[in-house]
């Protein structure tokens, strides 16, 4: 019996003792005042359980969320929540007049029983982290995705086709650029490779790939050279390839692969590889202009212009 139980119990017995000899003399006898054991008795129903002690908790708070606010996390949560996240529903709000922190509304969403309260999240693994690169270009990462066939649609189908995404990501920024080719191929890694020099506001230093024949023809051949190693060499670019096996040394790219997965291809059907890079475009829009709570609730455009800024500041 904890605590609360005994305290209940203990006022029955004042209760008891009050209707048998009066108020006043239980009051005595237990070292209570009058006024609590009138309070008891006028609650007392002939259970202990109604004698239990009530929640203390306040009714309302001066900084509570308005119903006006309550409304528009509601209806942030249920347009955004499925495909965006508690990232995508904040916003949301925000863009309809939402002022308060992130974890405000997160409280207030689960006070509103909007989702279930997250299960207690196991320990952390050792932490894997490496540090930050502090120079945009310093180290871009590339890696090729394959577009889900369940995505494809029309003659792509008909015809048993395959689309790539090709991914690069600056390292420090986190700026991507993206574009689909219909063949998993080194000359499309050297296409994509110029289109990226072009594109990226910066030079780039170093590029890291993984080991796959789009990038490197080390394991498979030692007198030919794969495309992409010859175009790096020509554009005076180092070429970094992670252990093999070793994905989470790429992680970035991997990562971003990821989120294409649950922001992008979990919704979009393509017909045709222009089908595809133009909606790609639009979600590379939205990725490089979305805030990152890795990069202090930045986006990565914003800090590829922070971090230019700075450098043409120190020259």
């Not at 995508?88 to 974890?103: F, I, K, P, Q």
């Not at 509103?112 to 299960?119: G, I, M, P, T």
């Not at 502090?134 to 189908?157: N, S």
Request: net charge positive; glycine share 4%; charged share 35%.
């Amino acid at each position: 019996m904890n605590i609360l139980s005994q305290e209940a119990r203990k006022r029955q017995a004042v209760v008891k003792l009050a209707r048998r000899k009066g108020k006043s003399f239980a009051a005595r006898m237990y070292g209570v005042s009058l006024s609590s054991v009138k309070r008891w008795d006028k609650r007392y129903d002939g259970t202990w359980q109604s004698l239990r002690e009530r929640s203390h908790r306040p009714h309302g708070h001066p900084r509570q969320h308005t119903e006006t606010e309550e409304m528009l996390i509601s209806k942030a949560f249920w347009s955004k929540f499925k495909r965006y996240g508690w990232d995508g529903v904040y916003e949301e709000a925000r863009r309809n007049g939402y002022t308060r922190s992130l974890s405000g509304l997160i409280y207030a969403a689960k006070r509103l029983e909007l989702v279930e309260k997250a299960r207690k999240k196991a320990g952390k693994r050792i932490s894997r982290r490496y540090p930050e690169l502090l120079v945009p270009g310093e180290k871009v990462q590339i890696d090729v995705k394959e577009v889900p066939f369940c995505c494809l649609r029309g003659d792509l189908v008909r015809d048993n086709k395959h689309l790539y995404q090709w991914t690069a990501i600056d390292e420090c920024t986190r700026y991507r650029f993206v574009y689909g080719f219909e063949e998993h191929t080194p000359e499309n890694s050297v296409k994509f490779l110029r289109m990226l020099v072009k594109v990226f506001p910066f030079k780039i230093q170093t590029i890291q790939t993984d080991n796959g024949t789009e990038f490197t023809y080390k394991y498979i051949s030692e007198a030919e050279e794969c495309p992409f190693d010859t175009e790096l060499q020509k554009l005076k670019i180092e070429h970094k390839l992670i252990p093999p096996r070793t994905p989470w040394h790429n992680g970035k790219v991997e990562r971003s692969h990821r989120n294409d997965q649950r922001y992008f291809y979990d919704w979009e059907v393509f017909r045709s590889v222009e089908d595809l890079n133009r909606k790609l475009a639009q979600h590379l829009i939205w990725s490089n202009n979305k805030p990152m709570r890795t990069l202090k609730n930045k986006s990565p455009k914003e800090l590829l212009i922070e971090k230019l800024r700075d450098q043409r500041t120190q020259q």
